[in-house]
């Protein structure tokens, strides 16, 4: 099975390769995404060392002078409609001569430092003059990655508190997630945009699997206030709708602080700043986005103060982060195995992106119910920092055993395991090639 697994995989990723970089699938997302070219490299570090560097590099060819990665880049070449919202529709200001490859403002959890060091430390294995080459890679990479990191640690820290905030719900990568719930009840839904923009989304896949036209209004008025105001940052918390701490968010930007010390260490550059700003953001996880009473971490609303009610997936990802205090990692393992997402031990199958036994679990609907295999990968990455190896083997079997019975799908049934999204999914291919490794 793992020789079949391993070369349908390559294949995805050599047939969704674009002269320069990746695209997450050729029919639902015709331009690159940031944190997809994260897990991609992790991927292309088996098979591809080359176009792993390559693609981190066009994606940080476009990071603005202000250190943000832009959450897409558009592809020049793919016609303005292929993708909605497009080039047009975000208007950002040129930069760095850049003006023809646009780019969205937005951004997408950090984890390319991660990816970056992954890539890195397996390129001996390709030769010396691979492990040459990722030495300039990392090279040239770091400052890029350092001023990613002080863009979110600095602007984006809108609450205060030492954790980034994100300003729209596609900057968390899970967009849909129930997490978002009630702080989005209060962004206005006009539905008029609707009919003066058209989805394409929904013309190239299931509509009910897919974000609903309300959240589809809210945001689009999102992108158009931030665009309004020239995708400053400054008050955020007054004058945008939506200002959220996501603990999967700040948990990889932790982790991407964990990843830059083994990469200072090379590049030598100091890696005790790193280390510092990983345990401040540990710390602040811990304090301000756990709940003592639920033993949950979730997503807290800057604006109003107030945690999420909703148990989402993201709520395990702190579980990445080594200086976690014990009792909060061993309360996320217990929420892992709980009925609401029941590790592969009771389901065979790899956790789902919400709480099975909430009323509005839906199991078809993006990343309200179904499996996605980006985050149980880095789940099983947490599990392996805690120590839990048995309970990791476990998810990577079950991920492994699902992507083969049902394919490289973009997200998969949390009942049945069959495949939905898109078919030949980029960072699901990549992923698996980590897995089987
Ligand atoms: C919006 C590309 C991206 C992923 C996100 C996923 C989805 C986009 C969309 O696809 O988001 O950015 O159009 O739905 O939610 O995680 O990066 O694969």
């Known amino acids: 099975m793992s020789a079949d697994l391993w070369n349908s995989a390559a294949h995805v ?23 997809d070219a994260a897990f991609i490299a992790i991927g292309l570090a088996y098979t591809n060392p080359t176009r792993a560097w390559r693609d981190l590099r066009s994606l940080f060819e476009a990071q603005w002078p202000d250190g943000r990665v832009p959450h897409i880049v558009f592809d020049p070449g793919t016609p303005e409609n292929d993708y909605f919202p497009g080039p047009t529709f975000w208007d950002v200001p040129a930069y760095g001569g850049r003006a023809a490859r646009g780019s969205t403002g937005l951004v997408q959890p950090p984890l390319h430092a991660v990816a970056a060091w992954e890539v890195y430390r397996r390129a001996a294995s390709h ?13 040239w990479l770091y400052p890029r990655l350092v001023a990613q990191q002080e863009y979110l640690t600095g602007r984006r820290d809108a609450g205060g508190d030492g954790l980034a905030s994100i300003v729209h ?21 006009d539905l008029t ?3 003066r923009f058209q989805r394409r989304d929904i013309e190239n896949a299931d509509a009910a699997h897919r974000p609903t036209d309300v959240d589809y209004a809210r945001y689009l008025g999102l992108v158009l206030n931030y665009r309004d105001g020239s995708y400053a ?25 964990l990843a830059l010390v083994q990469i200072a260490g090379v590049v030598g550059a100091d890696p005790e700043v790193h280390r510092a700003r990983a345990q401040k953001i540990t710390e602040a996880i811990s304090r301000h986005l756990y709940d003592p009473a639920t033993r ?60 099975r036994t909430a009323p509005d679990f839906d199991p078809l609907r993006y990343w309200r119910g179904p499996i996605w295999i980006n985050v149980n990968w880095l789940l ?42 898109a078919p030949a999914f980029s960072w699901t291919a990549a992923l698996s090639l980590d897995l089987l490794a």
């Open 296 to 355: 949950t971490f979730r997503s807290r609303d800057v604006r109003t103060r107030t945690l999420s009610p909703a148990r989402c997936v993201n709520g395990l990802m702190p579980l990445l982060l080594p200086g976690l205090p014990t009792e909060q990692a061993e309360a996320i393992m217990a929420e892992a195995a709980s009925p609401r997402f029941g590790l592969p031990e009771q389901t065979g199958l790899p956790v789902p992106s919400y709480d």
């Open 127 to 139: 030769g010396t003059s691979c492990a040459r080459a990722a030495g300039d890679e990392l090279a």
């Open 193 to 195: 945009l609707l009919t």
């Open 13 to 35: 990723l050599e047939a969704n390769w674009s002269h320069d970089h990746m695209v997450p699938s050729r029919r639902l997302y015709p331009h690159q995404w940031s944190w």
């Open 169 to 189: 719900p596609w900057e968390s990568g899970l967009d849909n997630s129930p997490s978002w719930d009630a702080a989005m009840s209060a962004v206005p839904a």
């Open 233 to 257: 940052d400054t008050d955020l918390a007054w004058r945008h709708d939506f200002v959220v701490e996501c603990p999967s968010f700040n948990s990889i930007l932790a982790a991407a602080e």
């Open 380 to 421: 099983r990455r947490g599990m392996l920092v805690h120590g839990y190896r048995g309970e990791a083997e476990d998810l990577r079997t079950a991920m492994v055993r699902l992507v083969h019975r049902s394919g490289h799908f973009e997200y998969f049934h949390p009942v049945t395991g069959e495949g939905i999204g």
